[in-house]
């Protein structure tokens, strides 16, 4: 496995966009490249920063807040594809029966059938979201086309300095060709090289640390998917709309703290089985480390935990958030492994919000998940469905909390309506532990979608050059076939 920097950022804004016109975009797309944010520009970032707070302490002041606006790129299937990178299922077939573009195929083609498919169809059509919750960008159209190419992600730690970047990045694909560079006053284009289909904002919430994304890049030790030459140093992204029902949750927890065995006498019984369905206190303490009280900074921050030992879960429940997702000593590696770099959305909850227990239908809040890795099918897809959404892992539980087994992931576990109620066993001191707590839902999916980062040696070359795969023979070949 190997990381490579991210980006800092405050704000972040993800501009989903669909291909309009091949030609020109790729050619807009090759001129683009110099905006995007290498790996040593964030690095950089990173100094800059480090340099910052070290003279604001020898100055005894605050830190001046630094913009370092960021831009990165990424595509789906059918960006891939719009770029001459990617052969689609329907072209395969034809591409097989030509030798030299079967070579070709067998060599270059990105090797992901999840990223082939794209989340819509993974996780409704054999998955476990419900169509009925997304939001329509993220479904395909009725002749089965997907509404998103790729994704165009802009960071930066001050608004003033993500509003610039925004509109520059627009003017780039959307205004006519020969246009001032103006983005305040530019033309559209009568035929644009792209349409921008949806435009998720995110922003860290007041008083939590600033995010900075690392990636997990293809082609290096640890990747099994024996990926084309020209993947190497780019990165699977998994991006997911969840929309976050907070004063339900808070409502849950006050409510039922009260059922829980190990809140009894507690000072605050509610913060603490929220504490136990995420595994972390809410300045970020483990459980495991601290099950009971929330007071120690040094741990606000620490990973240092492993669930030892692993046949009781007197510390941490089994089927807690930060447990299900990683589980340490309950399994003999990390088979499946992805850094998780979200951000919120939406306002903070209103006072109305909270008295109620119910959220406003006008004030959606959330986060916008991200996630890379080198498989996705080995990474966030299995983590979801496998760990999260099953009751009985992490495995060989059964003598310690029965035979419902551990339970679901009260964050993010999904069930559908045919399937078991959703719970979780809970610790109680006895052996087995019998104490179940039926769970409600708090998030719900709202959609998103599997795109593929390429590295800036793949868009100068592979993407922005002739192509991967020969288009006017693929072109020929589907009309012999028609």
């Known amino acids: 496995m190997c990381l490579r920097p991210g980006l800092p950022k405050r704000f972040q804004t993800f501009l989903f966009f669909r291909v309009r016109n091949q030609v020109d975009f790729k050619n807009r797309l090759k001129t683009f490249i110099p905006k995007i944010t290498t790996a040593q520009d964030a690095c950089e970032m990173g100094a800059t920063i480090k340099q910052a707070k070290k003279e604001a302490e020898l100055a005894k002041r605050s830190a001046k807040l630094q913009g370092l606006p960021g831009i990165n790129i990424a595509f789906t299937s059918t960006g891939l594809e719009a770029l001459g990178a990617f052969v689609s299922v329907s072209d395969q077939k034809l591409v097989k029966k030509d030798r030299e573009l079967s070579k070709i195929f067998r060599q270059k083609q990105l090797r992901d059938g999840l990223f082939e498919k794209g989340m819509y169809a993974d996780l409704v059509g054999e998955g476990w979201d419900n169509p009925q919750e997304l939001r329509k960008e993220y479904q395909p159209t009725k002749d089965n086309e997907r509404l998103i190419d790729g994704v165009i992600m802009v960071t930066a730690s001050v608004k003033r300095d993500l509003d610039t970047k925004i509109s520059e990045v627009k003017q780039h694909f959307l205004a006519e060709e020969g246009e001032p560079l103006n983005p305040d006053t530019y033309v559209l284009s009568r035929d644009p090289s792209i349409e921008l289909t949806l435009v998720r904002e995110g922003k860290v919430r007041p008083g939590a640390m600033k995010g900075k994304e690392q990636l997990i890049v293809c082609g290096h030790e640890g990747d099994k998917l024996d990926q084309p030459s020209w993947a190497k140093d780019g990165s699977f992204l998994v991006f997911r709309d969840l929309q976050q029902l907070v004063p339900e949750f808070d409502e849950f927890m006050q409510e039922n703290a009260k059922h829980a065995p190990f809140t009894q006498n507690h000072p605050k019984p509610a913060e603490k089985l929220a504490a136990y369905l995420m595994g972390r206190w809410k300045n970020g303490t483990p459980v495991d480390e601290s099950p009971h009280d929330d007071s120690d900074e040094?741990?606000?921050?620490?990973?240092?935990?492993?669930?030892?030992?692993?046949?009781?879960?007197?510390?941490?429940?089994?089927a807690a958030h930060t447990r299900k997702m990683r589980p340490r000593a309950d399994l003999e590696h990390d088979h499946a492994v992805i850094?998780?770099?979200?951000?919120?959305?939406?306002?903070?909850?209103?006072?109305?919000?909270?008295?109620?227990?119910?959220?406003?239908?006008?004030?959606?809040?959330?986060?916008?998940?991200?996630?890379?890795?080198?498989?996705?099918?080995?990474?966030?897809?299995?983590?979801?469905t496998r760990w999260a959404s099953n009751h009985h892992f992490p495995d060989r539980k059964t003598n310690f909390v029965g035979d419902d087994g551990p339970g679901i992931d009260a964050i993010v576990g999904q069930r559908k309506d045919h399937h078991p109620p959703r719970s979780i066993g809970l610790p109680d001191g006895k052996y087995p532990t019998e104490a179940r707590m039926p769970l409600e839902s708090w998030v719900i999916q709202r959609g998103g979608d599997y795109f593929f980062v390429p590295s800036i040696s793949t868009l100068n070359n592979e993407l922005t050059g002739p192509g991967i795969f020969d288009q006017e023979k693929l072109e020929r070949l589907r009309e012999e076939d028609a």
């Open 298 to 318: 040094s741990l606000f921050s620490s990973n240092n935990f492993d669930y030892h030992p692993v046949e009781e879960h007197n510390k941490c429940p089994f």
């Open 339 to 384: 850094v998780r770099r979200g951000i919120p959305y939406g306002e903070e909850v209103s006072a109305e919000e909270m008295t109620d227990g119910k959220s406003s239908e006008e004030k959606e809040r959330g986060l916008l998940f991200v996630c890379y890795q080198s498989d996705i099918r080995n990474g966030f897809n299995f983590l979801t």
